[in-house]
């Protein structure tokens, strides 16, 4: 986003805002309506909609500080104005995109906190790499302590869906509407997607990419959300 040619491109620009007007519309979307559209004869979890919706809105906000911090506040000192971003991105959107992950899980309630407690050690190592203009503290350490969070919870994810598969087996004979071994396929493709993430220097293909697959994750989630079966919480 930092980088000239993308700031230039009013194509961009526009895809840019357009993403985050998009996502702070699922966001009210999934907030203030009760009828699902994409499937009215479900009902979906209201805390499912609510984790979602401050996911969408996390990612609207992403919009608003990548833009603000990089052109607005900072302009001439790339080293801690992207720290900042990148930062911010980490302590919000993983731990949200984890928890909307998790709630789609209706076999028991599983906890969120340690999801949000393993982002504590970014926030150190940004710290640092702000106060010491270090480069390793403030993106390697990062993306590699990011990386290991990611791996682990994909992990445990798996197995997650394993017992929610299990579960679905033991008490319902129509799994219609209740699987969600598609949000698996979602994790490891964000996986990919933090790959591309931290591999961007900027480059304006994978600056629309970036937003390309930001649109994407807007429309699964809502689709996701909105024909998963609420079958309450044991």
Known sequence: MFDYSGLQDGFFIALYIGAAII????????LLRRVNAVAGNVKSS?????????LMAAVAASHVWWYGVGVWLLADDWLVRTIIVIM??????????????LCMLQDHRRPLWPWLVMQVPVVVAAVVGIAQ???FWGFEMTHYWQLFVIA?????YRYGIWRYG???RNN???????????????????LIVYVIYISNAGELMREYLSQVITLFIIAFLVWRVETLQDLGET
């Open 23 to 30: 996502a702070l519309t699922a966001c009210l979307y999934l």
């Open 46 to 54: 209201q805390r499912l909609r609510r984790w979602t919706a401050g």
């Open 88 to 101: 911010l991105d980490y302590v919000t959107l993983v731990p949200l995109v984890m928890a909307v992950l």
């Open 133 to 135: 203009r270090s480069t």
């Open 152 to 156: 682990v919870f994909i992990t445990y």
């Open 166 to 168: 299990r579960w679905l």
């Open 172 to 190: 319902y004979a129509d799994l219609d509407r209740k699987e969600v071994w598609q949000s698996l396929v979602f994790a490891i493709g964000l």
